[in-house]
Each structure stands twice: as structure tokens, then as C-alpha cells.
């Protein structure tokens, strides 16, 4: 049933963009947006949320002209507009900014942001002008930098400011933000409400695509929500409870979900030990490291970005090579020389970065899923495309992955999807060590709930899962023994009633466990 949108005229409500009945087919089995509505205000901060597969991401895509809309109308200030490429609708006022920032890291930050509408002088790119116009801009977004360095001089959070202020002085109407908090520190983000804040006083209508229901509530006045290609209802964020949204969002009850995420036991203490490290160093990675990994538990392991967490996993995976130290599989000594050593002695392994470490885009799901396990099976044991046929169709199935065939290219799946199927590659392969390595970064709410279970389901079934997230509140569902890592190192291991969020912050920081947090 669709949502109620909120009282008011739109004189009142002073409506700045309008769209009305958008659908987007890409074929008949393939409908991605079925008569979606989505307005916004003025002066305004709107979140745009639903799972994976919803249809924000085609939804913007029509708004900004990378994709044709299959049927609807869109009204910015009144005017209908039909913009074909994203070049039409930053002319008309639009512009986009996503969680990549896609501007060019070898050119100097003043290059960027004129790039395609540089001012000439006498025949010549007035490079005077585009440098001191640059200055001026980012000192309205409080960014003291200097323009003429290169992009990538600088960290992703002023990267990711520079976009904005790149795409405000283009379109000064309506700016999309599409995940862009996923890779910022909380003070980044902090300091990235501060110049949203700013823009809604200056009267821009601001559309805010995230996963994290914590920033929609600190920062959001209104609350769009579709599931499936279809618009649930758009809703004042003040008025509308979190669970209600989460429901609103999943069609589902959450908290059902929730509670077999929880209440299921992620440890086996008495375990066979399958993997044991022994005072373990590698080159440029961790030091003198201790671990043990038994059967059937979850075991998380926290820390910073950098403190050792997925250098231990690549280690594990034969990725990096041990330079001192035993690591053993099973009470055997193990000399993991590659990958596919690992993978034979029964490891799996999802990376963090799935877009260059995890998928083959232009690859079908099916082949995506049958590549970890053809790898196990080597190259004179071809898997047939029958078998093949099944395996996806059987992970399809176990893991509700969102897609109209098996067939279908990877890279045309929502990130949650792409997800599940990079975790159907390995347990394709029936591992005895499956580590995820940041597995529901950048993927809906939803969605990363449904991961959680499937962890602890299969714990239960006898399968050790290593968890690596930067998320403490998911590593509490799910784990029941965790390593805190820093500088490379570990610092302390806590379990059953000693781990808490408190406990765990303060061994990431450097403190004692006595050691008040203010």
C-alpha cells in the first residue's frame, strides 16, 4: 500500500522537483522502477532509501539522464524537463555526486572543478582565473587547500567537498549525494552535514542516498522510501518511528529477523581447533601474531583501518606469505603459497572492495558463482553447464539473490546482490574457514541482516566464519569470541559477557579495560 505523502500545497511546501509515475523497463521481465513518485522541496534534505534492487540507483539515473525513463514526467520549478544525458541535466539545474568520486586524481583540484567549462583568454585556458575562481569557491565550503595541487594530494573526504562544490557552482538547484558518507570518518561527516546544512539554507533541495539510518534521522527532513521498483511513501522523518521505517523498507518484520540473528550461538569454545597462528609475522603486515579459529564459531576480528584486520585474512588466504612464525590448518603446518593453496586446504575468502577484488562484471551470475569452485576442481575437471545451471540456481534460491535469470551480468545487480553472489562463489566450494572481510559495507539494512543470519546459520551447521567489520554493533550479533587488533598487532581477546561496544572502543583507542570513556 502506498505511504501517505505529507499535508500541505506546494506553494506551501515550495515543491522544486517533481516526478510523476516514473516507470524504467529494460525489458519485459526486467522492470526496475513501476510507477514511482519522488518530490522535493526547496530548501530541503530528502533521503531516498529502500534494499538493494529498490530502485534508487535507476531512479536517479532517470533524473539525470543516464538512463530514458520508460514512462512518466519530471518538473523541476514547474517546467517539464527530459534531460538525455547528465551533461543536459546539470544545464538544467541537477547534479550528482557519488560515493566514487569521479573526477580525474592527475589533474590539479582548480582543473577539476572547471573541467569541460574552463574560461579563456585571448584563445588561451585562463589559468589565473580558474585557479583564484577555484580558491574562492572552496573557501565557501571552508576548504583552505591549494587548488593547483593534484586531486589525489588529498584525502577522499576533501575530495568528496570538492565534488560538491564542483557539482553547486555547475547546479545551484538540485544536488543528489549517493552514498557519499560510506568512506568518511565521523568527523568528516560531520563536517559534510555541515555544508548540507548550509546548502538547504541556501534554499538547494538535496537528495541523500545512504544506508545509515542514524544520518537520515541527524540530518533528513523527509523520508522517501521504495521496495521493489515500487514507491512506498514519502514521510516527515521527525514523525516516522525507525522501526516503522525499517518495515516500511524490508515489507518484512525486522525484528523478527533480527532475533534469530541474535539469539543464535556463535561460538563452540570445545571446538576442533582449524586454524591455529603461532606467534606469526609477515612481510610489512602483522607482527608476532597469535589466533586460533575453531569449528562452528563466528570469531570477529575489530580494529581501526590498518590496524591488521584484513591483512590477517590475506595472510590466512595466501595472499601474503608468513615470514615467521607457524601458521597451521587443521594441526598440520600449512604453506599457503597462493590463493589456491588455500582454497584446496578448504579456505574462502570475500574482500572487502567487491567492485575489484569480488566480481567480473560482464560475466552472468552463474559464471560469477562457479569460479572459486572450477578453481578447487582445476582445469582438466570442466564443470558442465548443466551442474553450473544448478549450483546458481540452488545459491539463487538459499540466498534470494534479486535477479530475473542466472543468466544475467553481474554488474547489472543492485551492491547487496552482488553480495550475495560473491558469498555464493565460496560456498559453492563448501568450505571449512569462510572469512568476509567488511561483507555488508555499502549495502542496505536489510540486506546486511540477511547476511548476519546466514553467518550464524552457518556457524550452527559446523562451518567457522572469520568476521572482519568496522561496524561493532553487527560484530555483537554475530560473534561470540572477538580480537581487537591495532598498529598491526593484537591487543586483547574478549568473549562471551566481557565483549561490549565500551570494552572493545577502549582497547581500539589504546586504554586499559579499567579505564573510564567520558
Given at each position: ?13 515550495k515543491?522544486l ?7 524504467k ?37 532517470v ?5 530514458e525513463?520508460?514512462?512518466?514526467t519530471?518538473?523541476l520549478?514547474?517546467n ?19 560515493q ?43 576548504l583552505d ?8 594530494s588529498?584525502?577522499v ?22 552514498e ?10 560531520e563536517?559534510?552535514f555541515?555544508?548540507?546544512?548550509k546548502?538547504?539554507s ?33 514521510y ?54 597469535d ?5 562452528g ?34 594441526g ?11 582454497i ?18 560482464d ?8 569460479l ?20 546458481a ?14 543468466d ?33 559495507r555499502?549495502?542496505d ?38 580480537v ?32 573510564k570513556?567520558?
Open positions: 500500500m502506498k505511504g501517505k505523502k505529507e499535508g500541505g500545497s506546494m506553494e506551501e511546501k515543491e522537483l517533481t516526478m510523476n509515475h516514473i516507470s523497463h529494460f525489458s519485459a521481465a526486467v522492470i526496475a522502477l513501476d510507477d514511482v513518485e519522488f518530490r522535493l522541496n526547496r530548501g530541503e534534505i530528502h533521503a531516498l532509501l529502500g534494499e538493494n534492487g529498490a530502485g534508487k540507483s535507476t531512479l536517479i539515473k533524473l539525470t539522464g543516464v538512463e525513463r520508460t514512462a512518466g519530471v518538473f520549478e514547474g517539464e524537463i527530459y534531460p538525455k544525458s547528465p551533461q543536459e541535466a546539470q544545464q538544467a539545474g541537477i547534479s550528482t555526486v557519488y566514487e568520486v569521479n573526477l580525474c586524481p592527475n589533474l590539479s583540484v582548480a582543473e577539476n572543478i572547471y573541467i569541460g567549462r574552463e574560461p579563456v583568454k585571448g584563445g588561451r585556458i585562463d589559468w589565473k582565473t580558474i585557479n583564484a575562481n577555484a580558491a574562492a569557491l572552496l573557501k565557501k565550503f571552508d587547500i591549494s587548488v593547483t595541487r593534484t586531486l589525489d588529498y584525502s573526504a576533501i575530495q568528496q567537498m570538492i565534488a560538491i562544490a564542483r557539482a553547486c557552482d555547475i547546479s545551484a538547484r538540485v544536488l543528489i549525494l549517493d557519499p558518507t560510506s568512506s568518511l570518518s565521523t568527523a568528516e561527516v563536517k559534510l555541515e555544508i548540507m546544512k546548502l538547504k541556501q534554499g538547494m533541495g538535496i537528495v541523500f542516498v545512504t544506508h545509515f539510518l542514524d544520518q537520515v534521522y541527524e540530518v533528513c527532513d523527509r523520508i522517501t522510501v521504495l521496495r521493489n521498483g515500487k514507491y512506498v511513501g514519502t516527515e522523518t521527525e514523525h516516522l518511528p525507525r522501526v516503522e521505517l525499517v518495515g516500511k523498507m524490508l515489507g518484512k518484520d525486522y525484528d523478527k529477523l533480527n532475533a534469530v540473528t541474535a539469539s543464535e550461538d556463535g561460538s563452540r569454545e570445545d571446538g576442533e581447533i582449524l586454524v591455529e597462528m603461532d606467534h606469526v609475522s609477515g612481510l610489512g603486515t602483522i607482527e608476532d601474531f589466533l586460533t579459529i575453531r569449528r564459531e563466528v570469531l570477529g576480528l575489530s580494529g581501526l583501518l590498518g590496524s591488521g584486520r584484513s591483512e590477517t585474512a590475506r595472510l590466512i588466504f595466501g595472499v601474503d606469505q608468513v615470514e615467521k612464525g607457524q601458521l597451521k590448518m587443521k598440520k603446518k600449512a604453506a599457503l603459497k597462493t590463493p589456491l593453496d588455500a584446496r586446504e578448504g579456505v574462502a575468502f570475500c574482500p572487502e572492495n567487491r567492485k575489484t577484488e569480488g566480481i567480473i562484471g560475466l552472468s551470475i552463474r559464471d560469477n558463482i562457479i572459486a569452485l572450477q578453481a578447487k576442481k582445476g582445469m582438466f575437471a570442466a564443470i558442465t553447464r548443466q551442474e553450473a545451471e544448478r549450483i540456481d540452488e545459491y539463487i534460491e538459499k540466498l534470494e539473490i534479486k535477479t530475473p535469470s542466472r544475467q551480468l553481474i554488474k547489472n545487480l543492485s551492491g547487496g546482490n552482488q553480495q550475495k553472489v560473491i558469498l555464493a562463489r565460496w560456498l559453492a566450494t563448501d568450505p571449512d574457514l569462510l572469512m568476509l572481510d567488511e561483507p555488508t555499502g549495502i539494512i536489510g540486506t546486511k541482516a540477511e547476511i548476519q543470519k546466514i553467518v550464524v546459520d552457518l556457524a550452527r551447521k559446523g562451518m567457522s566464519v572469520l568476521f572482519i567489520s568496522s561496524e561493532i554493533d553487527e560484530m555483537l550479533r554475530c560473534c561470540k569470541r572477538m581487537v587488533l591495532r598498529n598491526l598487532k593484537k591487543v586483547t581477546e574478549l568473549k562471551g559477557q566481557e565483549i561490549s561496544e565500551g570494552e572493545i572502543m577502549r582497547y581500539i583507542a589504546g586504554g586499559e579495560a579499567n579505564e570513556v567520558e
